[in-house]
């Protein structure tokens, strides 16, 4: 576009833009990897002379209310037109319910800018005593997590911020997790959830295979389902709905592997059989 129109002196206006998977409702892009592509994107926008037209179906902007269903992802945007923000190669930190809590590091993508403190609320962390940096590499000394994690309840326990000399400060969860448990069950193809006791953790994707190795579900081409439209998690319920879409496209009486991989980093193994309308789930 640059080359095309804008160095030729003709205005661009990009119509529409977004983030494929997003539309699909949450979860379906971590948030932080949500993030760092509109700073990107509204970066390389501004720095070509492009004017951008985010495209929205009710995901981003709630118009009944006139405001932004998420606040944070509207600052990085808005704050993109202007100057570069930094970032991190993640937006969380999990620790393990159980056993000796270890340092955990982050890489930090400056984007041209500096770091200038690390806070909880109002709170400064302390340099040297509960965080390191050293070049780019911001490292949370396990003194500092374990002081933040407390008791270790499952989930988010505390948030910092990252902040900078310019642009949006970088926000960081801190969550305990253990690993998630399943449980054997049956259902039919038109309603099939798993009981999942998620403890903590976030799922990040499924894959789907069969005995032999080849892939199970619509998508043949790949192991890897569509988060909302072959699976979704129901942290309030316990559950991870498999979809009518992913059942009705697997072979009838063949078994099927499906592995959950959770933000932690975390697997969990399932077996889902359809036999006719019949889904039988077994977690060996």
């Given at each position: 576009?640059?080359?095309?129109?804008?160095?030729?002196?003709?205005?661009?206006v990009?119509?529409?833009?977004?983030?494929?998977?997003?539309?699909?409702?949450?979860?379906a892009?971590?948030?932080?990897?949500?993030?760092?592509?509109?700073?990107a994107?509204?970066?390389?926008?501004?720095?070509?002379?492009?004017?951008?037209?985010?495209?929205?179906?009710g995901?981003?902007?709630?118009?009944?209310?006139l405001?932004?269903?998420?606040?944070?992802?509207?600052?990085?945007?808005?704050?993109?037109?202007?100057?570069?923000?930094?970032?991190?190669?993640?937006?969380?930190?999990?620790?393990?319910?159980?056993g000796?809590?270890?340092?955990?590091?982050?890489?930090?993508?400056?984007?041209?800018?500096?770091?200038?403190?690390?806070?909880?609320?109002?709170?400064?962390?302390?340099?040297?005593?509960?965080?390191?940096?050293?070049?780019?590499?911001?490292?949370?000394?396990?003194?500092?997590?374990?002081?933040?994690?407390?008791?270790?309840?499952?989930?988010?326990?505390?948030?910092?911020?990252?902040?900078?000399?310019?642009?949006?400060?970088?926000?960081i969860?801190?969550?305990?997790?253990?690993?998630?448990?399943?449980?054997?069950?049956?259902?039919?193809?038109?309603?099939?959830?798993?009981?999942?006791?998620?403890?903590?953790?976030v799922?990040?994707?499924m894959?789907?295979?069969?005995?032999?190795?080849g892939?199970?579900?619509?998508?043949?081409?790949?192991?890897?389902?569509?988060?909302n439209?072959?699976?979704?998690?129901?942290?309030?319920?316990?559950?991870i709905r498999?979809?009518?879409a992913?059942?009705?496209?697997?072979?009838?009486?063949?078994?099927?592997?499906?592995?959950?991989?959770?933000?932690?980093?975390?697997?969990?193994?399932?077996?889902v059989?359809?036999?006719?309308?019949?889904?039988?789930?077994?977690?060996?």
């Amino acid at each position: 576009m640059r080359d095309a129109f804008v160095a030729q002196g003709i205005p661009v206006v990009l119509g529409e833009y977004g983030l494929l998977g997003y539309d699909n409702g949450p979860g379906a892009v971590e948030r932080g990897e949500m993030l760092k592509y509109f700073e990107a994107l509204g970066h390389a926008a501004r720095t070509n002379k492009v004017t951008t037209v985010l495209w929205d179906n009710g995901s981003f902007y709630d118009r009944g209310k006139l405001r932004w269903k998420d606040a944070g992802l509207y600052r990085q945007i808005k704050s993109s037109w202007t100057t570069r923000s930094a970032t991190a190669s993640s937006d969380s930190v999990f620790v393990p319910k159980s056993g000796p809590v270890k340092d955990r590091s982050l890489t930090l993508n400056l984007n041209g800018a500096t770091f200038t403190a690390l806070t909880q609320g109002t709170t400064k962390l302390v340099s040297g005593q509960d965080y390191t940096l050293s070049g780019s590499r911001l490292t949370l000394k396990a003194a500092a997590l374990t002081r933040l994690v407390g008791d270790r309840s499952p989930g988010v326990n505390a948030t910092l911020q990252a902040g900078f000399s310019r642009g949006v400060p970088w926000r960081i969860q801190v969550d305990t997790y253990d690993t998630p448990v399943q449980s054997d069950t049956t259902g039919t193809t038109a309603s099939f959830r798993i009981p999942t006791q998620f403890r903590g953790d976030v799922l990040a994707t499924m894959q789907a295979t069969y005995a032999d190795g080849g892939n199970a579900g619509p998508t043949s081409w790949t192991p890897y389902q569509q988060f909302n439209t072959a699976f979704a998690p129901d942290y309030a319920k316990k559950t991870i709905r498999v979809t009518p879409a992913f059942l009705n496209a697997l072979k009838d009486n063949a078994r099927v592997k499906l592995t959950f991989h959770f933000w932690s980093g975390a697997t969990v193994t399932y077996h889902v059989t359809k036999s006719g309308s019949t889904v039988t789930g077994a977690t060996s």
